[in-house]
């Protein structure tokens, strides 16, 4: 048995919604495929440095987030590089982006 799945756009604009209610001004950069498009989720911190947050599964299988650009922030310019080579490698990605001075999704997120 396959486990349901929300559809990206539904879900991006819920995450979008929350995140501005709470606080953290977000945005849609990139629309990818409504129903089952990937997500990068790009965390802009408060000394304008940047993480890039990426879909993967847990171990166990759970839906989880990377740190794409590594575990240390980046500047705008790396950012816009990864993004750009996911893209390229993806065209249905969606890539949200939110401001998080902490550099933490402000959605809820298993990070491994």
């Known amino acids: 048995m396959t486990e349901a799945r929300l559809r990206t756009s539904l879900w991006a604009a819920a995450v979008i919604r929350q995140a501005n209610q709470d606080g953290h001004p977000a945005m849609v950069l990139r629309r ?22 990426s879909q993967t599964r847990a171990p166990d299988g759970r839906p989880a987030w990377i740190r794409g650009t590594g575990v240390e922030p980046v500047d705008q310019q790396a950012a816009d590089a990864y993004v750009a080579r996911q893209v390229g490698r993806d065209p ?20 491994i």
Do not use: T
């Open 92 to 111: 249905d990605l969606w890539v949200l982006e939110f401001d998080a001075p902490n550099l933490l999704p402000p959605f809820e997120a298993l990070l």
């Open 32 to 53: 990818g495929d409504a129903d089952a498009g990937g997500v990068l989720a790009v965390l802009l911190g408060r000394d304008g440095r940047l993480s890039v947050l």
